[in-house]
């Protein structure tokens, strides 16, 4: 069928036909459903998201990242977990539906999977309020309703889903140094480990986003001083800290490009609002993932390294 042969093309396609192919699926929905597609790209892009670093859920597989338990898909009650029968699924109080029109409901069908999405955000309204209160009752965490929130955000801005550019958080033609210091144990403010890469530079030096995503966090902090956050598509949260100041017009919700110029190397934090000096001025650059259940602080450097090698090709 047309479903199985999509699915076994999505890891042999090329990225870019991959992107305009997942396309295709939500404008699709969109007119099936009257939910825009953004919101529909950015559940499913949350959804690939959490698959890749959740054990208990399979890996993403085809051209769509969703995955429904089989007892939500065809009734707990049901006593054929992958039942494809719309009749029976829905005799069962299962919430699978066909989207294709080939009069079956299956739970591995990019259309019917989509379809099923768009037609339960439909039952709640199609405007960011009711479409929050729809994802905040399906996924009962706020994490889930701010990283989905965030994917629509940049899909409906940049109007195109192949948002995966990353860059090299300083400009090119600047001196800076950093090493991997993740891990070590810190100078002040008792007992926490490093979480992130510290990368020396001068007073004033740009700090840029290195992601599409959305500003999630602009304020000081006794320990970052001036800092900023931003939540990528790939639900990953980076932390830029010890700012000297922040990019004019810069705002929380804003969407950001890679590359955008977020703040400027500085030395705050280490004490009240304004505190500045007490180390060497270096941008503080810390990267955690949200899995769906929690989240983590992970590894910066090999990121930064992999960044830096493709800037000093440009
Ligand atoms: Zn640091």
Aim: aromatic share 14%; no cysteine.
């Amino acid at each position: 069928m047309f479903s199985s042969g999509i699915l076994i093309e999505a890891a042999e396609l090329p990225q870019a036909e991959l992107y305009q192919k997942r396309m295709e699926l939500y404008k699709k929905t969109e007119m099936s459903t009257g939910v825009p597609w953004f919101y529909i790209a950015a559940v499913d892009q949350y959804e690939q998201s959490i698959r890749h670093v959740r054990k208990d859920l399979p890996k993403p597989d085809g051209l769509v990242g969703i995955y429904i338990k089989p007892e939500y898909w065809a009734g707990i009650a049901n006593p054929y977990i992958e039942d494809s029968n719309p009749l029976s699924i829905s005799f069962f109080n299962g919430k699978g539906l066909d989207g294709n029109g080939d009069g079956k409901a299956e739970r591995k069908n990019e259309e019917d999977l989509l379809y099923t999405a768009g037609k339960y955000l439909a039952k709640y309204g199609t405007d960011d309020t009711r479409i929050r209160i729809a994802l905040w009752n399906y996924y009962k965490r706020d994490q889930a309703v701010i990283a989905i929130m965030t994917n629509a955000k940049v899909y409906r801005k940049m109007n195109r889903i192949d948002l995966q550019e990353k860059v090299f958080p300083l400009p090119k033609g600047y001196n800076y140094s950093y090493n991997n210091t993740w891990g070590d144990r810190r100078g002040w403010g008792g007992r926490r480990i490093h979480e992130g890469t510290d990368i020396f530079a001068g007073y004033g030096v740009p700090v840029r986003s290195v992601a599409y995503g959305v500003v999630e966090l602009k304020g000081w902090n006794k320990f970052g001083g001036w800092r900023i956050g931003v939540r990528d598509l790939n639900n990953t949260y980076h932390y830029y800290a010890h700012l000297n100041g922040f990019a004019k017009d810069l705002k929380i919700g804003d969407v950001v490009k890679p590359g955008d110029i977020i703040g400027s190397v500085g030395s705050s934090g280490y004490g009240p609002p304004g505190t500045a000096g007490k180390f060497p001025p270096h941008l503080h650059f810390g990267m955690y993932k949200d899995n769906g259940i929690n989240e983590w602080s992970f590894d910066p450097y090999p990121h930064l390294k992999a960044w830096e090698r493709s800037q000093s090709k440009k």
